[in-house]
């Protein structure tokens, strides 16, 4: 718990700053896709690292280069000004995660569909829904202050329904959900 709080008192700044400074520094934007980058490489790092532990046999390398592909698709605002790059980067990604676990796993294919599955849905649930927050930062350069606001609204909306969460199940709570 205390190294929760210290994360947070450290870390929580940092974000906040990195979201309201391009409010009067506009260039400053790239200090939050910086810091989106990092947080979700370090994201796929721990998935790939527990998906080794469970030996699930997931292809890292394959994944972060998949997860390079869609945060630059991300970072020149795919979603809306080039729709067709996002998909071909999904596309590509794909299409190399299937031939590279196909011959990984030539002599056994028993592990392949759990190897594919595991491979995607790291990049897919990390990189590509954390790739709309970067979206959100470089995509609202006609109005400038809008990416701003609406980064903050998703943190206060999602810390407060984090915190409220554990406050009320410390208060109400009277079974764990997960004790072990």
Known sequence: MKTRLL?????LPILLGSIILPLWIPESIWLFVFIAVLAIAAGLFEFYSLTKKLELKADASVGYLGATALLVAFIFDAPSKAPDLLMIAMALFIAAVLVTQTFRFQKDFTKMLTGIGVTILGV??????????IATRVGFEHAPGVSSKLLLFFLVVLFGSDSGAYFSGKAFGKHKLAPN
Do not use: E, H, N
């Not at 994360?7 to 870390?11: D, E, I, L, Y």
């Open 7 to 11: 994360t947070a008192a450290v870390a």
């Open 124 to 133: 897919f649930y990390l990189s590509f829904l954390g790739g709309f927050l």
